[in-house]
C-alpha cells in the first residue's frame, strides 16, 4: 500500500527515503521480536493477516507465526508483502534502536 493512501500528501521521495534503510539488513529482528500495529487504513482494508487474541483485546496488529515472529517474514528472512507492508514497518529504523544493537551483541557473542 503506497505511503499515500495511508497520509494523503505523503511525496514519493519519502516512500524512497524509508525502503532504503532496510536494503541491507542481515539481522531481520525487527520482524522478529515487534509487534506491528496497523492504521485504521490498513485494518479496513482487510488485505492483512490480524492477531485474533490481539483484536479481540482492542490492538489491531499483524498476525505472528508461533515463534513470535512476523506472519509475512520469509524462511529466507524477507518480508513478503516488501511492497505492500504496514506504514509501522515503513517508518521503523532500528538504528540507534538499543533493543535492536543488545540482541545484534547478544548473537554475535553466541557465534
Known amino acids: 500500500?503506497?505511503?499515500a493512501e495511508v497520509y494523503p500528501g505523503c511525496k514519493q521521495e519519502y516512500e524512497e527515503i524509508v525502503d532504503?534503510?532496510?536494503l541491507d539488513c542481515?539481522?531481520?529482528?525487527c520482524c522478529k521480536l515487534f509487534k506491528v500495529?496497523?492504521?485504521p487504513v490498513e485494518y479496513q482494508s482487510?488485505?492483512?493477516k490480524i492477531d485474533k487474541q490481539a483484536?479481540?483485546?482492542g490492538?489491531?496488529?499483524l498476525a505472528e507465526k508461533e515463534n513470535g515472529e512476523c506472519y509475512y517474514l520469509g524462511n529466507d528472512g524477507k518480508c513478503k508483502i516488501w511492497e505492500d507492508r504496514p506504514l509501522t514497518c515503513r517508518e521503523y529504523d532500528c538504528k540507534g534502536d538499543e533493543r535492536i544493537e543488545?540482541?545484534?551483541s547478544r548473537r554475535k557473542i553466541n557465534e
Open 1 to 3: 500500500m503506497p505511503l
Open 20 to 22: 532504503e534503510k532496510c
Open 26 to 29: 542481515k539481522h531481520n529482528l
Open 37 to 39: 500495529p496497523l492504521t
Open 46 to 48: 482487510g488485505k492483512y
Open 55 to 57: 483484536e479481540d483485546n
Open 59 to 61: 490492538f489491531v496488529q
Open 102 to 104: 543488545k540482541n545484534i
